[in-house]
């Protein structure tokens, strides 16, 4: 009889381990589960925060459909024995789309009047309001010198 009591006891002490672990495998399966729920919800709200952060507005966009962007334009010059590298993107808007069409056309011309200019706009180092304003005035120039009555503005897009 004792030997009858023992393996009672023991088979009620085996199956009580196999519910505990049971349970603790529910318990874990919840734990996991909100643990997964609550991921995927910072997920969510990071790829929300990058759309937000990533969203792109273009100086076209916001302008108009007239505007050809140009660039970027990357200037590596010595100035003062430091070796310095700027980024400039620039924008010129046509006086209709016509005229973009045209000016989209001779983009390489484009390009070889704009970038000399971005070039002269940082051989002193970081330019100041007063020569980002002349480099636009200079652009507007020689642009409409090329092309008669097609450049409404010029923009600067970004400056790096």
Do not use: W
């Amino acid at each position: 009889m004792p030997r009858l009591l023992t393996i009672l006891v023991l088979s009620l002490l085996v199956a009580g381990g196999h519910a505990s672990i049971a349970f603790a495998q529910s318990a874990g399966d919840k734990a996991n589960a909100k643990a997964e729920a609550e991921r995927q919800q910072q997920e969510k709200a990071q790829r929300k925060k990058d759309k937000e952060f990533n969203r792109d507005i273009s100086y076209r966009h916001v302008i108009g459909p007239d505007v050809l962007p140009l660039g970027p334009f990357t200037v590596s010059l010595y100035v003062g024995g430091q070796l310095t590298e700027h980024r400039v993107r620039v924008a010129l808007q046509a006086v209709d789309v016509t005229k973009k069409a045209e000016l989209e056309n001779a983009k390489t011309q484009l390009n070889g009047i704009v970038y000399p200019l971005c070039l002269r706009l940082f051989e002193k180092g970081r330019p100041s309001a007063s020569d980002i304003l002349l480099f636009k005035a200079d652009v507007e120039k020689h642009v409409s010198n090329r092309f008669k009555d097609s450049l409404k503005g010029v923009f600067i897009e970004s400056v790096l």
